[in-house]
């Protein structure tokens, strides 16, 4: 009997010179398990599915994960042939890689049981003499991938969109501009120039978030962590926005609520960059007169920062797409807010990276509080003065 044949257990021996010969494909034993518990252990813990066929089709070897990819017991219990697997082109595959030893063969394939998506990467199996014994195939679940490449067409849709409405109303305007020479009287004039100013200003915005966005997502983003306390951050933006630095509603109280022990470790700069954004929003949200409250508390060993405004309030059927990236919401009555839809995807990610969680509470006409959560720096152990 030659090695391997006609066993259920494996030699030892034979598996230091070819892991992968759990079931030699010449033997006329075509049972699947593959028995070597490490080998087992190895193709369970590889994402992939994987799994081989001798030249007639009959399975020399599956693992779990390819399996479960076809919706067949895990142990590949009850399942000899590929053609259990309950997928034509899979088969198909394996005959051309069969019959073209040398290719490669890359064909993205669904599973009619699971629906799964996957791309099949098949060769053939070739022994030392140059006979092909059958083919093995690696199995990579594409949901991802196809879902990542959604992720970006769509985002790409956005972003042409968003820059498009600016950029046409720009040219519109310019031309009306040109067309109109000296005719046109000094106040359509300076109206005219006033929408390029604003809608540049907007186009300038978005690019800016655009890139920001890019940058948080960078995966050689570093962040600067140290000890600060959240309420001296919420001090800052509060004082910046105060005294003008950012779009300002002179008319909107702003009101920074502390507790004591807030601090936290973050990135203060990124902080700050987050609370802006929210500090904005409500603002813009803002009634004539009304109050906005940057708070920051201890909670549960970490800090709570919120920003409480009596805006008009989202509707609770929105609320779960607000930290989407272009997610607008029109606030009931008052027309387009003018913003990118970017700005809260920019604070979720912020927060993400410090390893927190963001969270919305509003009530229509009542308000709306957006905040996250941050880690908690370790409290000092209180300190006796062994002197006294
Ligand atoms: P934008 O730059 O357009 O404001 P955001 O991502 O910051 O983008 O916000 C997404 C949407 O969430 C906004 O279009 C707005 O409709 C809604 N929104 C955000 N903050 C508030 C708030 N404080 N009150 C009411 N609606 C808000």
Partial sequence: MSPGEG???????????????????????????????????????????????????????????????AGLDPDCNGCSHLSDFGLPALEQLHRQAVASPDRLLVADLAFPRTGVFCEVRMRAIVDDSGRTLGAVAVLKDARSKRMYDRLKADLLAAVSHELRTPLTSILGYASLLLDAGDEMDEEDRSSCLQTIETQGKRLLELINDVIEMGKLDSETLQLKKETCAAGSILEDVASDIRDGHHAARPDVDIVVERAEDDDTVCDALRIRQAVSHLLSNALRYSPPGGKVVLASRREDGRVVIEVRDQGPGIPPDKQGHLFEKFYKVEPPGEGRSGGTGLGLAIVKRIVDLHGGQVFVESALGKGSVFGFTLPAAETKPETRDLAA
């Fill in 7 to 69: 066993r259920d257990e494996i030699e030892p021996g034979l598996l230091q010179v070819n892991p992968f010969c759990v079931q030699p494909l010449k033997s006329g034993k075509h049972q699947l398990p593959v028995r070597c518990p490490t080998l087992r252990a190895t193709l369970d813990a590889v994402d992939d599915g994987m799994l081989a066929a001798d030249v007639e089709g009959r399975l020399a070897f599956s693992d779990r994960r390819a399996c479960e990819m």
